[in-house]
């Protein structure tokens, strides 16, 4: 189960690495202005989210279930720290769905969002792997 557990992290860390890295790119291309750049970033986008980030979450999360059915049922009926974790991977896919539609936004030319506001949306991503990791190691609650 440690080698479930050790790929469960590596697939997780890339899905962030993703979760990270697409919304700025968002915020350049909402700030760029020549069809060059248009399209490199496009090109970019769709690479990032359909060839590293997308298969690094389902990969996380089938691991993840995995993990959870073979060892952590008991865990996940009893402890508040494993809801808590639940609730933000939960957060986390639906932030990943938010970002596809952004994909798709993009690359159909209909970005109606500022540089501004993609800065702030690249936050969440952060809160989220710091709780994800405070409910597991240190198990607050």
Known sequence: MLWVKAFHIIFMVTWFAGLFYLP?????????TDEISNQRFKIMERKLFYGIMTPGAVITLLLGLWMLFDYAWA???TELWMHLKMGAVIVLIAYHGVCWKLVNDFKYDRNSRSHV????????????????VIFVVVRPF
Do not use: G, Q
């Open 75 to 77: 865990a996940y009926k």
């Open 117 to 132: 506001w993609y800065r702030w949306f690249n936050e969440l991503p952060v809160l989220l792997l710091v709780a994800v």
């Open 24 to 32: 700025r790119l968002f915020v350049y291309h909402a700030d760029s």
